[in-house]
């Protein structure tokens, strides 16, 4: 059995498609997705049918995959440039919905030491902390109750230091953020979401340059920087190579790091 990472698929199911056919997995291998399964690309219905009944498939939660969730529970209107009205008008609205809410915002392999997350983990947070709040922010998701009020609290930049006093409210705004839209880091806990090239503001330097002590042993999968058309390196896979923006979509084969490409069609 193989596992195999994706970066991000944005809705580009044919590009999903045709890298699976050159990959040809096994029905016993795992497939990972780091997250933006859908949005800004034309083919969301078939992209989540596909990840929501095959088995083995491991996904974690974009900031896209949660602007969808906020959208369809009437807390935001789409964006000029969302495209998931094929989603918001299915007859099968609600199961997707459903999906996407039982999807974490960290996947954690322990007997390959590997993690998934959308953005990153910042180096001032353990291996445990970073868990903790994944799964603070799924209790939030899956309670129905709590939901609605978490989705009016999660837009914003603010608060961007993790070190200052804030509400529980902000605190779960904030490490929403961290996992699904963060870039730039600055030591001890400061984090950027404005700037999306390959250089951040004086003193910001990319969150993967460092990370905590307990994180050392373990690979890291992540997507959400298109720019950096891609991370290879031990210890870190960056896997979003702009598949939406006319570029490639990109998988690794966790086990011997064999990347796989397919140019956008």
């Avoid at 000029?80 to 954690?108: C, G, K, N, W, Y």
């Avoid at 390196?233 to 896997?239: H, Q």
């Amino acid at each position: 059995m193989s596992t195999y990472v994706f970066g991000d698929l944005q809705g580009c199911f044919d590009e999903l498609s045709a890298l699976l056919d050159q990959i040809n997995p096994s029905d016993d291998d795992a497939l990972w997705f780091v997250g933006d399964l859908i949005n800004r690309g034309p083919k969301n219905v078939a992209t989540l049918e596909l990840l929501s009944t095959r088995p083995h498939t491991h996904c974690v939660l974009g900031n896209h995959d949660l602007h969808f969730l906020a959208v369809a529970h009437g807390i935001r209107l789409p964006h000029r440039s969302d495209t998931i009205d094929d989603l918001l008008t299915h007859p099968e609205r609600e199961a997707f919905v459903d999906f996407l809410i039982q999807q974490p915002l960290i996947h954690m392999d322990q007997h390959q030491h590997v993690l998934m997350v959308h953005a990153g983990i910042p180096a001032m947070w353990s291996l445990d902390e970073a868990l903790a709040w994944s799964e603070s922010i799924s209790q939030q998701l899956i309670d129905p109750s709590s939901r609605i009020p978490f989705f009016r609290a999660m837009y914003g930049n603010e608060p961007h230091d993790w070190h200052q006093i804030m509400s529980q409210e902000a605190r779960l705004r904030l490490a929403t953020n961290i996992l699904t839209r963060m870039r730039f880091y600055q030591s001890p806990g400061v984090i950027d979401l404005e700037a999306k090239a390959l250089t951040g503001p004086e003193g910001f330097r990319p969150w993967f340059e460092s990370r905590h002590p307990s994180l050392d042993d373990w690979t890291i999968c992540f997507g959400h920087w298109a720019m950096l058309d891609g991370v290879f390196k031990p210890g870190l896979y960056g896997l979003d190579t702009g598949c939406v923006w006319g570029r490639a979509l990109t998988a690794v084969r966790l086990e011997d790091g064999t990347i796989f490409r397919q140019a956008a069609l």
